[in-house]
């Protein structure tokens, strides 16, 4: 990667966006936003009540991320977002087109221990069922790569970043 992509790190909640989306951005020197700051605050009492969101509701949260992402075009940049639907990442390639896709990937019971583990997050595991239901993974025709989420973080961020570099150099 010469020229600096945008990056959406995505998946399901707990698969480990807010830890490897920064050591990724590090790891490149850009930038990182977490995905979870663009949220209005009705979104966070929603899901904090554990009631998922329904697509009315992200579509000025993925506006916004696609806004900080098409500022970053050809500057580079990270950022967490769990972008589970295709027309979500759509939505995010008609703002910032150039943007690429780092998915990552786990099964649901490690998804799972992960999230029963973390302090101080608004999302309940009892909306990890609605996650997976909701999630369609990246397609052939998407820029990005799919991303196993075993092994320690410094781990996963390599096998990222070494995925990233095989991507074709972004378009201005």
């Not at 050809?74 to 087109?97: E, F, I, Q, T, W």
Request: with cysteine; aromatic share 6%; net charge negative.
């Amino acid at each position: 990667m010469n020229t600096p992509h945008v990056v959406v790190v995505m998946g399901v909640a707990g698969t480990g966006k807010t830890t490897i989306g920064p050591l990724l951005a590090a790891r490149f020197g850009v930038p990182y936003a977490e995905g979870d700051d663009f949220h209005p605050q009705s979104n966070i009492a929603k899901m904090s009540a554990g009631t998922p969101l329904t697509d009315d509701d992200r579509w000025p949260w993925l506006d916004a991320i696609g806004d900080w992402a098409q500022q970053r075009a050809g500057l580079g940049g990270v950022v967490s977002c769990s972008a589970l639907k295709r027309s979500y990442r759509d939505r995010l390639r008609a703002a910032a087109p150039g943007v690429v896709f780092v998915h990552l990937t786990g099964d649901r019971a490690l998804v799972e221990d992960r999230m029963s583990h973390r302090k101080g997050h608004f999302m309940p595991t009892a909306l990890l069922d609605s996650q997976f239901a909701t999630l369609q993974p990246l397609g052939q025709d998407e820029a990005g790569v799919a991303v196993d989420v075993t092994g320690s973080p410094e781990e996963i961020t390599e096998r990222a970043a070494t995925a990233l570099t095989s991507l074709p150099e972004p378009t201005p």
